[in-house]
């Protein structure tokens, strides 16, 4: 008979990476072939915009999903709980309470992090008494080496595994062509790619910065912008940025692209340029979805990134907020095919070894068996 684990995680909706990452367990033949598989959505959030809002609704919501863990772990019986909680702030008093309920019901919990900022809050004196009882006596999963700092006063090294996110392949080629460079005849002018929401911690504004400098430069470009619109930049407020640059020429937004529409811009791009500094950034999977397409990435050190991108091999990593250093790395990629292609093929090498959804499905599967 297989162990039974009761998983309590994420699912959409609302769409988000540990939404999308739940669903793939969700639906793993592997994962469900290993093991006697039970599902609760932790889910409170009818929609992104309801993320983080505290409401009566939402209070309803969390004593049904308590009543609900309560009955599943009574009738199941379960070897093992997974739990997919949030690092800090409100969301995370609301996971303690889950945790605390299922120990105090003498289950085994590993949990599963997306998240981070655990260490922003551990010198709280409420905090730091909670994290304290929170991660006693259960595992930790956490998505790249690089963020075990985040944990490492709670959590001994010894009770954390580590587990990167993994994407499906939809691409039909695992090798780049000899006669293109990341999906661009040389001579043909170099695209450059953002794909996220318009936010300004996701890089939006200082991509911007260095893009005028590179015109400054008399470089040759066209930077891409895909994504949706915020309050922090709608699309009016953008093309304002774009124009106090003189980027008019050079600068394209493009809204926000799904399917086979996302997918044509990653086709046709040239590089990947992420220069994130969102404070929850722990393993973006756009920047997974950009190397499965052979685009060398450039990104910066926040959260798990350093684990997914080598620095000088399939990329390059500049610091935090720096427009003059994320430029040169650009002008580098804009300037030399032969870079572009020789980093795109490694970083699709890399892709193919560790950020494939079989490669996760294995990792996971592993590490549950482990841990029944």
């Known amino acids: 008979m297989n162990p039974k684990i009761l998983f309590i995680m994420h699912m959409p909706p609302p769409v988000h990476g540990a939404a999308m990452v739940g669903q793939y367990i969700h639906d793993?033949?592997?994962?469900?072939?290993?093991?006697?598989?039970h599902y609760i959505n932790l889910t409170t959030a009818k929609n992104l915009q309801d993320i983080g809002k505290v409401g009566m609704r939402k209070l309803f919501d969390f004593f049904k999903l308590l009543k609900k863990i309560r009955k599943a772990v009574k009738n199941v019986k379960p070897q093992l709980v997974y739990v997919t909680p949030n690092a800090c702030g409100g969301a995370f008093y609301k996971d303690f309470v889950v945790v605390e309920m299922l120990k105090r019901l003498g289950c085994k919990v590993i949990v599963h992090y997306h998240n981070k900022g655990v260490s922003t809050r551990q010198n709280r004196h409420l905090d730091n008494a909670l994290y304290k009882r929170f991660f006693k006596n259960i595992k930790v999963i956490l998505l790249s080496e690089c963020l075990y700092e985040d944990v490492k006063k709670y959590v001994n090294r010894e009770d954390v595994f580590v587990c990167g996110n993994g994407i499906p392949d939809i691409t039909n080629h695992s090798t780049c062509p000899d006669t293109v460079a990341s999906g661009h005849i040389d001579g043909k002018v170099p695209h450059v790619l953002f794909l996220s929401n318009l936010l300004i911690s996701k890089g939006v504004v200082v991509l911007l910065d260095a893009l005028k400098v590179l015109k400054e430069k008399g470089c040759c470009f066209v930077c891409d912008f895909v994504g949706g619109e915020t309050v922090e930049l709608d699309a009016?407020?953008?093309?304002?940025e774009v124009a106090k640059r003189g980027l008019e020429d050079m600068v394209v937004y493009h809204g926000r692209k799904y399917g086979?529409?996302?997918e044509a811009f990653l086709n046709a791009a040239d590089m990947f340029v992420f220069p994130t500094f969102y404070p929850n950034e722990c393993f973006p999977l756009v920047l997974l979805e950009a190397m499965q397409h052979h685009l060398p990435c450039v990104s910066t050190t926040e959260g798990g990134i350093p684990g997914i991108i080598n620095d000088g091999k399939t990329g390059f990593l500049v610091p935090k907020h720096d427009a003059e250093n994320l430029a040169d790395k650009i002008e580098s990629l804009l300037t030399d095919s032969a870079l572009r292609q020789r980093m795109g093929k490694a970083g699709r090498e890399k892709f193919e070894r560790e950020f494939?959804?079989?490669?996760f499905e294995k990792r996971?599967?592993?590490i549950l068996k482990t841990c029944v």
Do not use: H, P
Request: aromatic residues 8%; hydrophobic residues 45%; proline residues 0%.
């Open 364 to 366: 996971m599967a592993e």
């Open 236 to 240: 009016a407020m953008f093309q304002n």
């Open 28 to 37: 793993s033949e592997l994962i469900n072939g290993e093991f006697e598989i």
């Open 260 to 262: 086979s529409d996302k």
């Open 356 to 359: 494939t959804l079989e490669v």
